[in-house]
């Protein structure tokens, strides 16, 4: 079956612009992850969601990030005025459910955002 | 705080010579234990996990794994490594009994094969 989407694959945008990054997880998944990939890093924990809601937030670095999930299956990861900081990829994870650490995380192939 | 260290951050093998790539975390009890590659353009994808029981778990593409709880470690292994081998590698852990279900990340090793 199909593994988890994202689009677009890169994008390039102007300091102080809003993006928008989007996410189709596995279907039937109920449990969404945002991670954050820097040049020379491993992925850093964004936000998780289990079906609609915002579960776990704690790794959104400051309030011009933002993430919603509004039906339990697409989301939406919002960056506002964007800074060059913010270029990284972007992953999406998804698993069954989120009932433990232990479900395996399926990840799409990420979204490259060069802020210029 | 739980955190990953992956001490190398690029290894380079001849192809058929085995491969063990190191991984250490910091956590107040075991957690969960994951090894993760990430080929260019692919996406992460696991090799294998460590929950519970015997300490040596197998894994996909004839990789293994050893947790080793009085060195805090979970080092990856190959018997003999293949060209398609070549990507980067990345340990992470997960928090057990607590509502947490994020996955802490080392910084990963780079593999590559010589022929």
């Known amino acids: 079956g199909a593994g988890v989407s994202q689009t677009p694959s890169n994008k390039v945008t102007e300091k102080g612009k809003y993006v928008e990054l989007r996410c189709d997880p596995i279907s039937g998944h109920t449990a969404l992850y945002w991670y954050r990939q820097s040049l020379g890093q491993g992925p850093e924990f964004l936000i998780y969601f289990q079906g609609t809601g915002a579960a776990d937030d704690s790794g959104l670095p400051n309030d011009r990030f933002f993430a919603v999930r509004p039906e339990g299956s697409v989301s939406t990861l919002k960056i506002q005025r964007t800074e060059r900081g913010d270029s990284a990829v972007y992953l999406c994870?998804?698993?069954?459910?989120?009932?433990?650490?232990?479900?395996?995380?399926?990840f799409g192939p990420g979204t490259r955002l060069t802020v210029l | 705080a739980q955190s990953v260290t992956q001490p190398d951050i690029h290894i380079t093998v001849s192809e058929g010579a085995s491969l063990e790539l190191r991984c250490n975390y910091s956590y107040g009890a075991t957690p969960y234990l994951f090894w993760y590659v990430q080929s260019p353009g692919q996406g992460l994808q696991l090799l294998l996990k460590y929950f519970s029981g015997d300490t040596l778990v197998q894994g996909i593409k004839g990789f293994e794994a050893e947790f080793k709880r009085s060195q805090s470690s979970f080092n990856l292994r190959k018997p003999s490594v293949h060209w398609s081998d070549a990507a980067e590698y990345f340990c992470a852990v997960g928090a057990r009994g607590t509502g947490r279900r994020a996955l802490t990340f080392g910084s990963g090793t780079r593999l590559q094969v010589q022929p």
């Open positions: 994870a998804s698993s069954l459910s989120a009932g433990t650490a232990q479900n395996e995380q399926f």
